[in-house]
């Protein structure tokens, strides 16, 4: 990385398991905007994989796989950009979304990268418009997020008209699986983050609609291979009724084509 620039006037500031020392010549700030939080350190993950997103640095090798699957070079929108982290507790007063955007200014950030919001906020009482108003009066670029409300019309995050709102992206490759059933030979195609091949002729299927109750699961799937179809209104979180009971069933087959249209099956064995 090259060395911090001259003009920069942002610190890292202390706090609990964070100290100066965690601050380098990629990570040149740091500052928290939450009451009753004492750290800039992220508590749930969501600051690191987001920064990661938007300025993580080439990071090459068996490391950037899924245990040796589907390996490649992985790296954010601009790998080479310094940051600076502006940590807002989710949920937290508005004064803090707004303090946490002027320090940025105040410090001389070229470009915030926010993935926060309200939702069904007019502008006018909008303290992420507000404040990046005066961002981008500054010549201070913006990219906001567009939320995880779709993929309805009328469902963005943050509809801000003078700030770049970034919708989903895609990987650049195909994470594709095979089920051969037996019998018939019919096969179907999907994608999958199993990592192997399975081969059972003793496991029967058997259908159990969305898959939204843990105790259907496990008294009716035991043995056999779940299939369970699963939209954006299935209650509760089926996937974790699948994984509470991955000991009881042989595997599961996820339909799920109104969640991810162009990839409508998951497959996962044991």
Not at 24 to 53: C, M, Q, W, Y
Request: glycine share 12%; aromatic share 8%; charged share 20%.
């Amino acid at each position: 990385m090259d060395p911090v620039p001259p003009r920069w006037k942002g610190e890292c500031e202390t706090g609990t398991q964070f100290n100066a020392s965690s601050c380098n010549n990629k990570l040149i700030g740091a500052r928290v905007f939450t009451r009753g939080r004492n750290s800039p350190r992220d508590e749930e993950g969501h600051g690191t994989h987001t920064a990661s997103t938007a300025e993580g640095n080439f990071v090459e090798g068996e490391e950037e796989s899924f245990f040796g699957y589907a390996p490649g070079t992985v790296k954010g929108v601009a790998p080479k950009a310094h940051v600076a982290m502006y940590k807002v507790d989710n949920g937290s007063f508005t004064s803090d979304y707004i303090a946490a955007i002027d320090w940025a200014l105040r410090d001389g950030v070229d470009v915030l990268s926010l993935s926060l919001g309200f939702d069904d906020c007019a502008l006018y009482d909008d303290a992420v418009a507000l404040a990046t108003f005066a961002a981008v009066d500054r010549n201070v670029f913006v990219a906001t997020s567009a939320g995880n409300r779709g993929p309805m019309h009328g469902k963005i995050h943050n509809g801000i008209p003078w700030v770049l709102t970034v919708a989903a992206g895609t990987i650049g490759r195909e994470l594709g699986a095979e089920v051969k059933l037996a019998g018939g030979g019919a096969s179907v195609f999907g994608r999958s983050i199993y990592l192997g091949s399975y081969s059972t002729a003793e496991a029967p299927i058997v259908f159990l609609a969305d898959c939204s109750s843990a105790t259907e699961i496990r008294r009716r799937g035991a043995g056999r291979v779940v299939v369970c179809h699963v939209d954006k209104h299935t209650p509760g979180d089926p996937f974790a009724n699948l994984q509470k009971n991955s000991g009881v069933i042989v595997g599961a087959i996820i339909i799920s084509p109104s969640i991810i249209p162009d990839a409508a099956l998951y497959f996962t064995f044991r």
